[in-house]
């Protein structure tokens, strides 16, 4: 089975975040190409996708081996190299693609600084073009700006075969939920007929209930705000009285809303709320 698909990874200078977006006429290509570890790299593996691959290739880059002799290793010990494609970034942002002399046409790669792009079955080498360019001049967070490239890559043709999944991985030490792990951002869409625009969707909501808030956006609750979600939280259920006082009844009511609707990464103590808690309240609810 050949996967056709095209993937960008990458590192993130800034604050170490490693990354990989990856799309796919392919089920579930979030199950099989991407992997990572914090502090460590990221390796896309794809075509024929050989998934022994990515623990390997992050031990040796434990040990120190650079992407391309990383590289190197993998596919001197893989009869079947020919068929494999796969991309490295490590954790000081160099990267490396291989692309096998086997695989369908167009297949190939750039590395730049801090990425390695690549792709198969594809429309043609622009996509993997969009996919560098976009990358290399967009700007903000690490899942952004991955996000972005590879909805250029799909604006550039993508995968001739069509859409059906895409995946974003992002690592971060102890990003993960509750600080367990490192999966910081972990997002698939295994079968959709536009599943970048879904996996952009995803990310959205990923941001409003697994960030934290920002304390900019955190202001004062005044007698008509707190009158605003009183409203609310008595339409939804809740026993409260709707008098504008942020009181202990009202807290105890939005902190049960709030779990409920999976917001407690940002919810305030006192008469404070997040600004983005409120949008999504009045968007939701109001």
Same mark, same amino acid.
């Given at each position: 089975?050949?996967?056709?698909?095209?993937?960008?990874?990458?590192?993130?200078?800034?604050?170490?975040?490693?990354?990989?977006?990856?799309?796919?006429?392919?089920?579930?290509?979030?199950?099989?190409?991407?992997?990572?570890?914090?502090?460590?790299?990221?390796?896309?593996?794809?075509?024929?996708?050989?998934?022994?691959?990515?623990? $390997? /290739?992050?031990?040796?880059?434990?040990? !120190?081996?650079?992407?391309? @002799?990383?590289? *190197? =290793? +993998?596919?001197?010990?893989?009869?079947?190299?020919?068929?494999?494609?796969?991309?490295?970034?490590?954790?000081?942002?160099?990267?490396?693609?291989?692309?096998?002399?086997?695989?369908?046409?167009?297949?190939?790669?750039?590395?730049?600084?801090?990425?390695?792009?690549?792709?198969?079955?594809?429309?043609?080498?622009?996509?993997?073009?969009?996919?560098?360019?976009?990358?290399?001049?967009?700007?903000?967070?690490?899942?952004?700006?991955?996000?972005?490239? $590879? /909805?250029?890559?799909?604006?550039?043709? !993508?995968?001739?075969?069509? @859409?059906?999944? *895409? =995946? +974003?991985?992002?690592?971060?030490?102890?990003?993960?939920?509750?600080?367990?792990?490192?999966?910081?951002?972990?997002?698939?869409?295994?079968?959709?007929?536009?599943?970048?625009?879904?996996?952009?969707?995803?990310?959205?909501?990923?941001?409003?209930?697994?960030?934290?808030?920002?304390?900019?956006?955190?202001?004062?609750?005044?007698?008509?705000?707190?009158?605003?979600?009183?409203?609310?939280?008595?339409?939804?259920?809740?026993?409260?009285?709707?008098?504008?006082?942020?009181?202990?009844?009202?807290?105890?009511?939005?902190?049960?809303?709030?779990?409920?609707?999976?917001?407690?990464?940002?919810?305030?103590?006192?008469?404070?709320?997040?600004?983005?808690?409120?949008?999504?309240?009045?968007?939701?609810?109001?």
């Amino acid at each position: 089975m050949k996967p056709s698909t095209f993937s960008i990874v990458a590192y993130d200078p800034a604050n170490g975040d490693l990354g990989i977006a990856v799309a796919s006429k392919f089920l579930a290509v979030g199950s099989v190409v991407p992997w990572a570890q914090a502090g460590v790299g990221a390796i896309a593996t794809q075509s024929w996708a050989n998934t022994r691959y990515p623990p $390997l /290739a992050l031990e040796m880059l434990k040990q !120190g081996l650079t992407p391309e @002799q990383v590289g *190197a =290793a +993998l596919t001197t010990s893989d009869e079947n190299a020919a068929q494999r494609q796969f991309g490295i970034v490590d954790a000081r942002g160099r990267g490396f693609t291989f692309t096998g002399a086997q695989c369908f046409s167009w297949a190939g790669g750039i590395v730049g600084e801090n990425f390695a792009a690549q792709g198969n079955i594809l429309a043609g080498a622009q996509v993997v073009d969009a996919l560098a360019a976009t990358f290399q001049n967009a700007r903000g967070a690490l899942a952004e700006r991955l996000l972005q490239a $590879l /909805a250029a890559g799909q604006a550039a043709g !993508g995968d001739k075969r069509g @859409q059906e999944s *895409a =995946a +974003l991985l992002v690592v971060r030490a102890h990003g993960g939920y509750g600080g367990f792990n490192d999966r910081y951002i972990d997002l698939r869409v295994d079968d959709h007929a536009t599943p970048i625009n879904e996996l952009e969707r995803l990310l959205d909501l990923h941001r409003l209930y697994l960030n934290k808030s920002n304390p900019e956006d955190v202001i004062a609750l005044d007698e008509s705000l707190a009158r605003e979600i009183q409203t609310i939280l008595a339409r939804r259920g809740y026993d409260v009285a709707v008098n504008g006082v942020w009181d202990a009844r009202t807290q105890r009511a939005f902190d049960e809303f709030g779990g409920v609707e999976n917001l407690e990464e940002r919810l305030q103590q006192g008469p404070f709320i997040d600004k983005v808690v409120l949008q999504f309240l009045r968007e939701r609810f109001a």
